[in-house]
């Protein structure tokens, strides 16, 4: 039988969600510390994916995905977590390659909740969103309390949004096997702004800058694209920079997820209802593949690295 956790234990209700060209810094850049606020970080394992499923279908995606990749989860809880009124179905769920919070709202989902990628335990949630004012961020959605802490959504240049929680009573969580990718798709105009506000909010680095990536990496055959990868406490940043004549499913998906063996991880997948909607795909000494989970959740799942 599988473990559950206890419930009090979802972030925040881990809520509200989340995540997040000329004159971008260069990698040289990214690795200084100049300028940078002071982390409000506490680990990878605190960051979840908000995940919005297809109402009805919360317990088949979170068997999906605990089929495909193993791990824990909450007991589902009906509850409020937006600071306006609204009900969703709300459940926590740990695995080895990352932590998701999954809605499944039953009433209309107050804006802008559904547009943020990623939620960020931070140590002192005024003093983060001061941090992120202070990199360049808006305050999309100002501090609000929740059942076991406190709440609020920042969004970057370029758009990208992002929860920061903070709980009464700190969480303890396992660390990962893997820490997933947060997966950033940016124009040439907007890349520069936001790696400038990103880089000093999280105290990230550049670890790889590559200008001419593979374009079938993202289903564009024959053209290049900019890929850059980021580290921090906050976890691991991927940004492409296109024109936008992506192909679907590309752009869909918010997170990556490294796997061992991804062959096997897509038969499981597979096996458990979720659809491969592109590749596998070699590139370097990396395969991914476009996977889309019960719920209608796609994700990107890959093996190795080329950074």
């Keep these: 039988m599988k ?3 206890t419930a009090w234990m979802v972030p925040a209700l881990l809520v509200v969600l ?119 961020a808006q305050v999309v959605v100002a501090p609000f309390d ?38 950033v798709y940016l124009t040439p105009d907007s890349v520069g702004p936001f790696l400038r506000s990103y880089l000093r909010f999280t105290g990230g680095r550049i670890v790889s800058d590559r200008r001419a990536a593979d374009g079938a990496e993202l289903g564009m055959d024959g053209r290049t694209y900019r890929r850059i990868t980021i580290r921090s406490t906050f976890g691991n940043t991927v940004i492409s920079v296109t024109d936008g004549h992506l192909p679907y499913p590309f752009g869909r998906e918010v997170t990556g997820y490294a796997v061992r063996d991804l062959a096997a991880t897509l038969g499981r997948a597979e096996a458990a209802g979720s659809k491969v909607l592109w590749g596998p795909y070699a590139s370097g000494g990396r395969r991914s593949a476009m996977v889309q989970f019960p719920g209608g959740y796609v994700a990107e799942l890959h093996q190795g690295s080329d950074d």
Excluded: C
């Excluded at 919360?58 to 609204?86: C, I, L, N, R």
């Design 18 to 136: 989340s995540t997040l060209g000329a004159g971008a810094p260069s990698s040289a850049q990214g690795r200084g510390s100049g300028g940078r606020s002071e982390s409000v970080a506490v680990g990878a394992q605190y960051d979840s994916t908000h995940v919005y499923v297809t109402p009805g279908e919360m317990d088949a995606f979170v068997d999906s995905w605990q089929a495909t990749f193993g791990g824990t989860h909450t007991a589902k809880v009906v509850t409020t977590v937006t600071p306006t009124p609204s009900r969703t179905a709300s459940e926590l769920v740990f695995s080895p390659v990352g932590t998701l919070s999954v809605f499944g709202f039953q009433t209309p989902v107050p804006y802008p909740f559904g547009a943020e990628r990623t939620g960020w335990l931070v140590t002192d949630l005024d003093k983060g969103v001061r941090a992120a004012r202070a990199s360049g």
């Design 146 to 183: 929740d059942p076991i802490g406190r709440d609020a959504v920042v969004q970057f240049p370029g758009g990208i949004d992002a929860q920061l929680y903070w709980h009464t009573t700190a969480p303890a969580y396992p660390a990962l096997q893997s820490v997933p990718d947060n997966r």
């Design 3 to 5: 473990r559950r956790v």
